[in-house]
């Protein structure tokens, strides 16, 4: 079966294969490949040893969002967060949830945040610390402009947080071209096709070290975290890892090493051309015209027709080979599809022939979104 989802992602059988192993965590070898593979995350988000670490979390991307913003937004501190969509939402629920103050910068759902505009926002309220931003926004499938962003967070003297956590692996990412950031954070299982379960923040060690104790929180603590590291080593986590997770990301990042960063957003961009030409030679639409459109997910707007439920579609999927997410993120109905993963041409091509033949299956000829939905859009 193949996960046409944005994460977690297909995975090549060479990543599957190295959870089959049990492992002592505490042991000083593994410890070694551990310290190896923090190394790893570091070089590829152009980290400067010294200057930045990586960090190991246990669980998903809100686990390190939620690190991120408590260890660096002191409580009461104010953040501002261009909602670009569901995952900059989240990002500004677990701030509040946390008794961190959320400033909201609306941005439009077929927009990229304007850098102009966030600097407005922070020349307009001193007090606001923080700009917390999503590089790539999964439930739009739009990529935002986090260094130019960044750049007028700068040049007010305030600091960022990046949530590369759909972007990681694929979109180009240089912590060190970026000194405003305290931290960017992101998972193992979407670009860098691993396995889900851990989590990753690339820190200013400096800046990091001098939030301690501001998370009110011992396991979402970074400043812990980055304490431990530099007090019993870098081949340690705090509290038990997913070992066999940290094993297939090595593995994974073995296929990044040889496929290379460039090379895999280009085989995600064709994936995504694949599928966005695909689907309207089918009669459909795609949410987002092509120029804005991102490399990671494709929203499809939902064919107007009687018989179209977005369940009935993934089930008329499940049989071709093909799972898509049951939900969708958009402010009108549609569907989506992952562009990312171990997945290429062929199974992109498949994929589109599985769409149609589904559509078929379930009597759906008129495949337009309505108008009232296309003017929404
Ligand atoms: C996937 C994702 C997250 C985190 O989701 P989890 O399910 O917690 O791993 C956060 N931000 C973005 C942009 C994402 O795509």
Same mark, same amino acid.
């Given at each position: 079966?193949?996960?046409?989802?944005?994460? *977690? #992602?297909?995975?090549?059988? !060479? #990543?599957?294969?190295?959870?089959?192993?049990?492992?002592?965590?505490?042991?000083?070898?593994?410890?070694?490949?551990l310290a #190896?593979?923090r190394q790893?995350?570091?070089?590829?988000?152009? &980290?400067?040893?010294?200057?930045?670490?990586?960090?190991?979390?246990?669980?998903?991307?809100?686990? @390190?969002?939620?690190?991120?913003?408590?260890?660096?937004?002191?409580?009461?501190?104010? #953040?501002?967060?261009?909602?670009?969509?569901?995952?900059?939402?989240?990002?500004?629920?677990?701030?509040? =949830?946390?008794?961190?103050?959320?400033?909201?910068?609306?941005? &439009?759902?077929?927009?990229?945040?304007?850098? @102009?505009?966030?600097?407005?926002?922070?020349?307009?309220? *001193?007090?606001?610390?923080?700009?917390?931003?999503?590089?790539?926004?999964?439930?739009?499938?739009?990529?935002?402009?986090?260094?130019?962003?960044?750049?007028?967070?700068?040049?007010?003297?305030?600091?960022?947080?990046?949530?590369?956590?759909?972007?990681?692996?694929?979109?180009?990412?240089?912590?060190?071209?970026?000194?405003?950031?305290?931290?960017?954070?992101?998972?193992?299982?979407?670009?860098? =096709?691993?396995?889900?379960?851990?989590?990753?923040?690339?820190?200013?060690?400096?800046?990091?070290?001098?939030?301690?104790?501001?998370?009110?929180?011992?396991?979402?603590?970074?400043?812990?975290?980055?304490?431990?590291g530099?007090?019993?080593g870098w081949g340690s986590?705090?509290?038990?890892?997913?070992?066999?997770?940290?094993?297939?990301?090595?593995?994974?990042?073995?296929?990044?090493?040889? =496929?290379?960063?460039?090379?895999?957003?280009?085989?995600?961009?064709?994936?995504?051309?694949?599928?966005?030409?695909?689907?309207?030679?089918?009669?459909?639409?795609?949410?987002?015209? =092509?120029?804005?459109? &991102?490399?990671?997910?494709?929203?499809?707007?939902?064919?107007?027709?009687?018989?179209?439920?977005?369940?009935?579609?993934?089930?008329?999927?499940?049989?071709?080979?093909?799972?898509?997410?049951?939900?969708?993120?958009?402010?009108?109905?549609?569907?989506?599809?992952?562009?990312?993963?171990?997945?290429?041409?062929? !199974?992109?091509?498949?994929?589109?022939?599985?769409?149609?033949?589904?559509?078929?299956?379930?009597?759906?000829?008129?495949?337009?979104?309505?108008?009232?939905?296309?003017?929404?859009?």
């Amino acid at each position: 079966m193949i996960l046409l989802i944005p994460g *977690p #992602v297909t995975t090549h059988p !060479e #990543v599957k294969a190295a959870l089959l192993q049990d492992i002592a965590p505490w042991d000083n070898d593994w410890g070694h490949r551990l310290a #190896v593979v923090r190394q790893r995350l570091l070089a590829l988000a152009g &980290g400067v040893s010294g200057r930045h670490a990586a960090l190991l979390l246990q669980g998903c991307g809100h686990f @390190a969002a939620e690190a991120a913003v408590r260890t660096f937004v002191p409580r009461g501190g104010k #953040v501002l967060v261009p909602i670009t969509g569901n995952y900059a939402e989240r990002f500004a629920r677990l701030a509040h =949830e946390a008794g961190r103050t959320v400033v909201r910068l609306s941005v &439009g759902p077929k927009e990229r945040a304007s850098p @102009a505009a966030v600097a407005r926002a922070l020349a307009a309220d *001193p007090t606001i610390g923080h700009v917390a931003m999503v590089y790539s926004e999964t439930s739009s499938g739009i990529v935002h402009d986090i260094a130019a962003i960044g750049r007028e967070a700068a040049a007010l003297g305030r600091r960022t947080l990046v949530d590369a956590v759909s972007a990681f692996g694929a979109l180009p990412l240089d912590i060190a071209a970026m000194p405003e950031a305290d931290a960017v954070f992101f998972t193992s299982n979407k670009c860098l =096709e691993g396995m889900p379960g851990l989590s990753a923040i690339v820190v200013d060690t400096a800046r990091t070290a001098a939030c301690a104790a501001q998370a009110e929180s011992w396991s979402l603590d970074l400043a812990d975290i980055l304490r431990h590291g530099q007090t019993s080593g870098w081949g340690s986590f705090r509290f038990t890892p997913p070992a066999q997770v940290v094993e297939a990301l090595a593995a994974a990042l073995d296929r990044l090493d040889s =496929e290379s960063r460039p090379a895999r957003l280009a085989r995600y961009e064709a994936n995504m051309r694949t599928l966005y030409h695909g689907v309207q030679r089918h009669g459909l639409t795609p949410c987002l015209p =092509e120029a804005i459109q &991102g490399p990671i997910v494709l929203n499809v707007h939902a064919p107007e027709h009687a018989n179209w439920t977005l369940q009935g579609f993934v089930d008329a999927l499940k049989p071709e080979g093909f799972v898509i997410s049951n939900f969708h993120n958009t402010p009108w109905p549609s569907f989506r599809l992952g562009c990312i993963g171990a997945i290429g041409k062929s !199974e992109m091509e498949q994929a589109v022939t599985a769409i149609g033949r589904a559509l078929d299956r379930m009597g759906i000829v008129q495949r337009q979104a309505g108008t009232a939905q296309r003017q929404a859009a």
